[in-house]
């Protein structure tokens, strides 16, 4: 509905109109004159009228259609430019009926239009009083948007007021009525570390992941696995951490989930908390690497595959098919003069003369594909 120009409209049919706008006022009880009044107002655009007869009918039904009537008020105030009246309006729909959704939205709303974080703060921490005090008195509460409250509260506090105490009550309060809380949830990831409150993301996780249904897809539970593997990782329980990335690949991780576990099961930090001997750890961490490796190197990412399979020969430097893979991507990459070093180091290494002798013939067939370059002798 838009305000309209009351002098474009034929005299007559005003006059008729004010008539019935001052007999609305007068007699706020004629619920026939108000309806047929307020699709006139409606039809005309005069935002003013409408929200003054929606206030006179809600002054005199009260409770709930009242404090409904008052939101309507308000949005045809706010329509008018009178931003003023309409909190006044809201304030008084808020204050008729304090549980009312459509009353604190829209006051909130309001506030938070004009830039008044702290005014929108209170009318929700007023709203979620009220929430509260009808649970107590054993009404049905909607915890879902007990929860939707709490975590706009939260995100005030956390993002624009400095009030990091209150935030983190509100947003605990959001997750603990509804764990499906997609905006909770969302808080808690961008907060919980920057105040190193890993656990306390770590709970919301386990949540997240406790809430997905049997038909929810595996995709879904890979994420929320990783991020608590990382987040158990962050927590100083590198063990954990495996076992949540161990679960994500068995579901069908991908690449996301490989990399990091490989560098996990690689770190000293792992090998000192499972136990484990670095000879176990370096296997499953090489065993990771040459996967990824072998990966890259189908794909034509040469450059990740070379790295990937370094890391794995750093870790098992006697592996000969790790080696082989390495000298297969350099290959491929045409580092010719690389590979020569690389398999010139391996003869070195090599403990059996059949191993020996099958590296100095890749030598030889590596310097018969560079004409510039002289052929090994069967002695080097």
């Known amino acids: 509905m838009q305000p309209q120009d009351d002098t474009r409209q034929d005299p007559s049919a005003f006059d008729a109109l004010a008539a019935q706008f ?18 006139k107002l409606r039809e ?13 009918r809600a002054e005199h039904v009260g409770g709930d259609v009242g404090a409904a009537l008052l939101v309507e008020a308000a949005s ?8 003023e009246r309409a909190e006044e309006q809201l304030r008084a729909a808020v204050a008729l009926v304090p549980s009312h959704r459509g009353a604190a939205n829209s006051l909130v709303e309001l506030l938070l239009a004009q830039g008044r974080i702290g005014h929108a703060a209170t009318c929700l921490e007023m709203t979620l009083v009220a929430l509260a005090e009808q649970a107590l008195a054993g009404e049905r509460i909607d915890a879902p948007y007990q929860s939707s409250r709490h975590g706009m509260l939260a995100r005030l506090y956390l993002e624009s007021l400095g009030r990091l105490d209150r935030g983190l009550v509100h947003l605990r309060e959001a997750w603990r009525l509804d764990v499906e809380n997609a905006d909770a949830t969302q808080l808690a990831r961008a907060w919980y570390p920057q105040l190193g409150e890993h656990r306390a993301l770590i709970e919301f996780i386990e949540a997240a992941l406790a809430a997905l249904h049997e038909k929810e897809q595996a995709s879904a539970r890979i994420a929320l696995l990783v991020e608590l593997a990382h987040t158990y990782d962050l927590a100083g329980e590198p063990v954990r951490a495996v076992t949540h990335f161990e679960q994500a690949l068995a579901l069908g991780g991908g690449i ?6 490989a560098h996990l099961y690689a770190s000293a930090r792992f ?5 484990q001997t670095l000879e176990l750890t370096n296997k499953r961490a090489s065993d990771l690497f040459v996967d990824l490796g072998k990966r890259a190197h189908v794909a034509g990412q040469l450059d990740r595959a070379l790295r990937l399979f370094r890391k794995a020969l750093g870790l098992l430097p006697f592996d000969g098919l790790t080696a082989q893979l390495l000298a297969d991507a350099l290959a491929a990459k045409g580092e010719l003069d690389e590979l020569d070093r690389f ?4 003869v070195e290494m ?8 099958a590296l100095i013939a890749r030598r030889i067939t590596v310097a018969d594909m560079d004409p510039n370059k002289r052929a090994p002798s069967s002695s080097c």
């Open 22 to 39: 001052e007999s609305c006022l007068g007699n706020p009880g004629d619920a026939e004159l108000f309806d047929e009044l307020k699709a």
């Open 44 to 56: 005309r655009g005069d935002a003013v009228r409408l929200a003054a007869i929606c206030q006179r």
């Open 76 to 83: 045809a105030s706010r329509i008018a430019g009178q931003l």
């Open 256 to 261: 996301d989930v490989r990399e990091p576990l």
């Open 271 to 275: 090998a000192a908390a499972s136990g």
């Open 343 to 346: 398999l010139a180091q391996r």
């Open 350 to 357: 090599a403990e059996r003369p059949a191993d020996r002798a």
